[in-house]
């Protein structure tokens, strides 16, 4: 089974990407989404995180998102453990999902596939892009954040330059359309050379 790797910074719109190569008929694994739900479930990730940051990491059956984003980003300490508790999880049950797919290729998306050294898990690595200035204006009205916090988020991340440097396609998400057109243009490249074996 052909692995392709989906990232981009925050707001490059990874999301909207996968869901136009779901349409047309690859599977979607998003290890965002995935690691939050495992947080709420598993038990065991539940006491190791609660002994990590207390017991206010939870409110109820969810987690204390404000506070466990204000630990990590004053200390990148924090985020480390806390990365080593949830990600090795993620990664087994993304193992667990890949056994049950029956497609030529699957999509993981990621958000810091090359922050982590994680090419080698990778056969095929897409970056999304989209300017600066239009990703900030999308994370304040998804998550009605303020520009600092963006910014720090955004200097903290490896560099667009870099990330299509390292991958194998780059989908520029300007505009849906045009977004539309490179995600069928890029899957029918992949099919291709899976076609020819060239993975």
Request: glycine share 4%; charged share 30%; hydrophobic share 40%.
């Amino acid at each position: 089974m052909i692995v392709v790797g989906l990232t981009g910074g925050i707001g490059s719109g990874k999301t909207t990407v996968a869901s136009f190569f779901k349409e047309l008929g690859v599977p979607i694994y998003i290890a965002d989404v995935e690691a939050k739900a495992l947080m709420i479930r598993s038990k065991v990730i539940r006491r190791k995180l609660i002994e990590l940051f207390g017991d206010d990491v939870y409110i109820g059956d969810d987690i204390n998102k404000p506070l466990i984003a204000s630990k990590i980003f004053k200390d990148k300490d924090y985020l480390n453990k806390m990365n080593a508790i949830v990600h090795p999880k993620v990664a087994s049950h993304f193992r667990r999902w890949l056994k049950k797919q029956h497609a030529a290729y699957v999509i993981k998306e990621a958000a810091i596939i090359f922050e982590h050294h994680k090419e080698s898990e990778y056969d095929v690595i897409i970056t999304v892009t989209a300017e600066v200035e239009e990703r900030i204006a999308r994370v304040i009205k998804r998550d009605h954040s303020n520009r600092a916090k963006i910014e720090a988020i955004l200097n903290n991340q490896m560099s667009d330059a870099e990330k299509i440097n390292k991958s194998h396609f780059v989908i520029v998400n300007d505009n849906l359309e045009h977004t539309k057109e490179q995600v069928l243009e890029t899957h029918q490249l992949i099919m291709e050379k899976i076609k020819k074996h060239k993975f």
